[in-house]
């Protein structure tokens, strides 16, 4: 999805990527960010857990931009703003669980509730953006707007992932 969203706006640039076989190694994902600049990355997206939140540390105290996944990580990584980096991460594609678990309840209290799969995506607020915290001033308002329009792009299906579900 970074990739994908990353060619959409500039289609010859260039996506590293590595495989970490670790969910929990925030060691092995700050080396790995390390790599990345060291070869001349800007941006670091770092999925995959802690090993992928000490790959946004890691580089984030180096002075990179960082994107995080999963939670707001300016609020745990970074500490609310207090840790080492903090106005370097960019935001964070969020799964929105608390939605999640509350329109469950919310079909449970109703007398709505079906077993099954339900899919979280933008359209139902299962996915998004963190703010933009400490980094705020140094994103471009055209960039925000470009944000902004393809998340609703998403939400109301005028933006295909291409992604299926078996």
Avoid: C, M
């Avoid at 790599?35 to 770092?46: L, M």
């Avoid at 079906?114 to 899919?119: C, F, L, N, R, S």
Wanted: aromatic content about 6%; cysteine-free.
């Amino acid at each position: 999805g970074y990739e994908a969203g990353a060619k959409s706006v500039k289609p010859d640039i260039t996506v590293q990527k590595v495989y970490i076989d670790s969910f929990t190694d925030r060691a092995r994902g700050g080396e790995a960010a390390k790599n990345f600049i060291s070869q001349g990355a800007d941006v670091i997206f770092g999925a995959g857990g802690q090993t992928g939140s000490g790959g946004i540390q890691a580089a984030a105290q180096a002075g990179t931009y960082v994107i995080g996944v999963d939670q707001d990580e300016y609020v745990t990584t970074f500490q609310g703003g207090k840790a080492q980096g903090a106005d370097k991460i960019i935001s964070s594609a969020t799964k929105r669980v608390d939605n999640a678990v509350f329109q469950a309840i919310k079909l449970a209290v109703d007398g709505k509730f079906e077993g099954g799969t339900a899919v979280g995506d933008a359209s139902n607020e299962g996915v998004g953006l963190a703010p933009f915290h400490d980094a705020d001033a140094a994103i471009p308002a055209d960039v925000k707007t470009l944000l902004e329009t393809t998340l609703k792009g998403l939400a109301d299906g005028s933006i295909k992932t291409n992604v299926t579900l078996p």
